[in-house]
Every structure is written in structure tokens, then in C-alpha cells.
């Protein structure tokens, strides 16, 4: 009797084994392919035209402002 019931035990690990075997097996299905990324069309700017100075007006000189410390 108690060679039987470990004769069934065996036997209900081997299919419960097979059964979950081939649940994985079914699940690999193959991805479908990603949709392709929309395309954005891009229009050209208009560049605005450079405003040129007129020549009776005088350009201003850079200036700088400089600090000098000196520790003793």
C-alpha cells in the first residue's frame, strides 16, 4: 500500500512538472514590431532681415570696469 501511494505521488509530480513545462512553452509568442515613430516636418523660419546703422549715427565705444586691489 505504501509503495502504491508513492507510485501516485511520483506520478502526479511528473504531470503537474509537464503541465507547467508546456505553459511556458505556449507563452512564448512572438512581440509584434513597434509602430513607427510619427514624422514631424519642420517648416524653414524666415530669417529677419539685419537692420544696418545708419551711417550719421556714431557707434559706441566698449567699455569696461575693472577692479584692481592690491593687500599689503
Request: hydrophobic fraction near 35%.
Amino acid at each position: 500500500m505504501k509503495t502504491l501511494k508513492q507510485l501516485l505521488f511520483a506520478i502526479a509530480i511528473v504531470i503537474v512538472i509537464s503541465m507547467t513545462a508546456s505553459a511556458q512553452k505556449e507563452g512564448e509568442k512572438k512581440t509584434p514590431p513597434k509602430p513607427e515613430p510619427p514624422v514631424i516636418v519642420v517648416k524653414p523660419k524666415d530669417k529677419p532681415k539685419e537692420e544696418k546703422p545708419k551711417p550719421d549715427e556714431k557707434r559706441k565705444k566698449p567699455e569696461a570696469f575693472m577692479f584692481n586691489f592690491r593687500y599689503e
